[in-house]
């Protein structure tokens, strides 16, 4: 039974023909004009590149206020369960539609425990990849290989979903923490039966033989919370990509390695390392604010400010507000300054101050600051967008699987206006 709530129809006049075409209406009085028979009816199709007023699916995963700057996971919202959750209990709450209850979310526990090794033969791919190998391109090899490790999840997707999306959410963890391991030449650190997930993450990335890490409570609520502020936001690019993938009839894995592809573009997940590059060059520049939000403001300058603006966000992303709240209580109880900080705050503050912004309605997003509580973390820059896709894994998941049990479920493939040559006769090679 669909939950959209009925509407009035539009109506569509073309070559003075009238056509009516159904209105839907979302639970939170989101509304869209469902366009399924317009071709049929009409023989014509609609053009919307980038997909800026396309719906592609109905979702019951992920709302999403641009105007009034909200986000709900499953009807909670982003605020209260970025507060009160751990990332794993967000992750269940994505892939099964509500948060665990004790029993359920031990089981969980348990079964990303059982999960958290990879294949030995797996270690030696490290060693053939170059040295400074960007680590968004190892994680999608190496998650794609998991297809040929775990071959079960091509025969009945759904019927195996729940133990391969707790095997994927605790392996690309060490997955993630053995590419950087590899990267600084360091020993392997295996994952603890005794440690969280999120201290296993940072145990695995910083522990060594003779520097042992102290996992402290603080760094793995940071880290939780950015992984909760991560792990979905409806139909961005790779989530649209994991799903159009998983369309064809692809498995989870390779849907998911995917995704991790186009997370790593430098106008979407790409951007938090994008950040952290601008803020050291403005601070090597004598932080000359102003020449790079004049250079942003040229339109004939390619430069743009990375962690500025958002396709759907035309106020404060909630999550920037909340990561850049927490930057400071981290900081201050790791006993971190960080001059990036007071540069991106500073930047903030010119922008949102300057009329080419305001009236364009770009504001800080999700990446803006989050850099600097990686950085605080220890984390390396080239490692953020990794640390990106380990939060949004759950949310892949949940979206993979809701388009894979939809009835309606078909292959996605959009259609075109085509602008080439005419038709036209064959010219032989001997009069070209
Ligand atoms: C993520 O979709 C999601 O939900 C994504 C995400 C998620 O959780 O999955 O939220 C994660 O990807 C966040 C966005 C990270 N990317 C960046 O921070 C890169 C910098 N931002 C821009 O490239 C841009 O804002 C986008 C890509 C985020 C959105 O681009 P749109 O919606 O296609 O808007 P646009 O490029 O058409 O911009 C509209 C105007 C243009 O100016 P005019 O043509 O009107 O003169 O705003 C300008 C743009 O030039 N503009 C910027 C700008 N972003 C937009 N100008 C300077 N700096 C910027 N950052």
Redesign the pocket.
């Known amino acids: 039974m669909s939950k959209e709530k009925s509407a009035p129809d539009a109506t569509l006049t073309v070559e003075g023909k009238t056509y009516s075409l159904p209105v839907v209406f979302g639970t939170e009085n989101d509304r869209a004009i469902d366009i399924g028979t317009l071709l049929q009816q009409t023989g014509y199709t609609t053009l919307d590149p ?1 997909y ?1 007023n396309t719906a592609s699916c109905t979702s019951d995963i992920t709302f ?1 206020d641009g105007k009034e700057g909200i986000l709900s996971y499953r009807g909670y919202a982003i605020e209260e369960i970025a507060e009160k959750c751990v990332f794993i209990e967000v992750a269940f709450l994505l892939v099964h539609g509500h948060l665990p209850n004790p029993t359920e979310y031990e089981n969980f526990r348990q079964l990303l425990k059982r999960f958290a090794l990879i294949h030995e033969d797996m270690i030696h791919f490290f060693d053939h990849f170059p040295p400074n190998a960007p680590p968004m391109a190892i994680l999608s090899v190496m998650v794609n290989s998991l297809s040929s490790y775990y071959p079960e999840m091509s025969d009945d997707p759904l019927k195996t979903l729940d133990a391969t999306a707790a095997r994927l959410i605790s392996k690309i963890r060490t997955i993630a923490a053995f590419t950087y391991k590899k990267s600084v030449g360091h020993p392997l650190v295996y994952p603890r039966p005794d440690l969280n997930y999120c201290g296993n993450f940072l145990n695995m990335m910083f522990d060594k033989p003779v520097h042992p890490y102290t996992v402290r409570p603080e760094a793995v609520a940071a880290l939780n919370k950015l992984l909760i502020l ?1 792990a979905d ?2 139909q ?4 649209s990509t994991v799903r159009l993938v998983g369309s064809a009839g692809v498995n989870l894995y390779s849907s998911i390695s995917a995704g991790i592809n186009a ?1 790593w573009g ?4 790409g ?1 938090n390392e ?2 952290v590059t601008m803020l050291e060059t403005i601070h090597n520049d004598g932080d000359n604010f102003k020449k790079y939000i004049d250079k ?2 040229d ?1 004939s300058d390619p430069f ?10 035309k106020t404060f ?1 909630p ?1 920037g507000k909340i990561i850049k709240e927490a930057c400071d209580d981290l900081l201050e109880v790791l006993n971190v300054s960080d001059p990036l900080l007071d540069i991106a705050r500073r930047l903030e503050e010119i922008a949102l101050n300057d009329q ?2 305001v009236e ?1 309605n ?1 504001f800080p ?4 600051y989050s850099g600097i509580i990686y950085r605080a973390l220890g984390i390396p820059t080239n490692m953020f967008t990794v640390m990106f896709a380990l939060g ?1 894994l759950p949310g892949w998941i949940a979206q993979w699987k809701e388009q894979q049990e939809d009835p309606n479920g078909k292959i996605g493939r959009p259609r075109q206006v085509y602008i080439g040559e005419p038709s036209r006769p064959f010219v032989p090679m001997s009069k070209r």
């Open positions: 980038g800026k999403l991560h936001h409806e961005n690019c790779s989530t997370l430098p106008l979407h997940g951007a994008a950040v942003a403001k339109r743009k400010l990375s962690g500025f603006g958002h396709r759907v966000y992303d999550r080419y912004f364009r770009l997003n999700v990446d803006f949004r």
